[in-house]
T-cell receptor
Framework: NAGVTQTPKFQVLKTGQSMTLQCAQD?????MSWYRQDPGMGLRLIHY???????DQGEVPNGYNVSRSTTEDFPLRLLSAAPSQTSVYFC????????????FGEGSWLTVV | AQKVTQAQTEISVVEKEDVTLDCVYE???????LFWYKQPPSGELVFLIR??????QNEISGRYSWNFQKSTSSFNFTITASQVVDSAVYFC???????????????FGQGTILTVHP
């Protein structure tokens, strides 16, 4: 997981609060993405980006916003947290070559009460 | 649409037993990439292997081996002589080749929880 840094690692939010999960990579990867992990469902794609200034929705985008102003950073924003957003969040990055491996950050554990 | 199925939710074995984790996938892409990741109790995702769809050679890495069979759309993972440290959640994942935007997107299976008892 070297090179993809997520903060914070743990966070408790109250319903309705907002917060930003930070993700940074120092490998000059073009592609970055956010996944959430829920029991029995594996990891599901929330949003992804193929480069600075370009983002798109994944499988479960509702309730989340992203932006990509630099190659290095890809923050995930929860505008009004809901208990259904209690999950483990993973940021990932990859080069734009199709045979390249996707690397993950260490995860962020978010609880919304 | 792509889909990955790991039918085994949980597997429990005793140390030194061999164990196989099943993975079946669906995709319309003619070229695609399959991955296995390990998630130990500490929570991070550890990359284990990437396999290209046009390369059906089986692979062995120490106690780990992977059997890729395109005819049955399966990419199974075997741990030989399992150890307690192998206890983790294992995910199979698929990345398509539908265009440049697919390169950073993975479709995951539900995961298999492997517990190795001493």
């Amino acid at each position: 997981n070297a090179g993809v840094t997520q903060t914070p690692k743990f966070q408790v939010l109250k319903t309705g609060q907002s917060m930003t999960l930070q993700c940074a990579q120092d490998m000059n990867h073009e592609y970055m993405s956010w996944y959430r992990q829920d029991p029995g469902m594996g990891l599901r794609l929330i949003h992804y980006s193929v480069g600075a200034g370009i983002t798109d929705q994944g499988e479960v985008p509702n309730g989340y916003n992203v932006s990509r102003s630099t190659t290095e950073d890809f923050p995930l924003r929860l505008l009004s947290a809901a208990p259904s957003q209690t999950s483990v969040y993973f940021c990932a990055s990859s080069r734009s070559e199709k045979a390249y491996t996707i690397y993950f950050g260490e995860g962020s554990w978010l609880t919304v009460v | 649409a792509q889909k990955v199925t790991q039918a085994q939710t949980e597997i429990s074995v005793v140390e030194k037993e061999d164990v196989t984790l099943d993975c079946v996938y669906e995709t319309r892409d003619t070229t695609y990439y399959l991955f296995w990741y390990k998630q130990p109790p500490s929570g991070e995702l550890v990359f284990l292997i990437r396999r290209n769809s046009f390369d059906e050679q089986n692979e062995i890495s120490g106690r780990y081996s992977w059997n890729f069979q395109k005819s049955t759309s399966s990419f199974n993972f075997t741990i030989t002589a399992s150890q307690v440290v192998d206890s983790a959640v294992y995910f199979c994942a698929l990345r398509g080749n539908a265009g440049g935007t697919s390169y950073g997107k993975l479709t995951f299976g539900q995961g298999t929880i492997l517990t190795v008892h001493p």
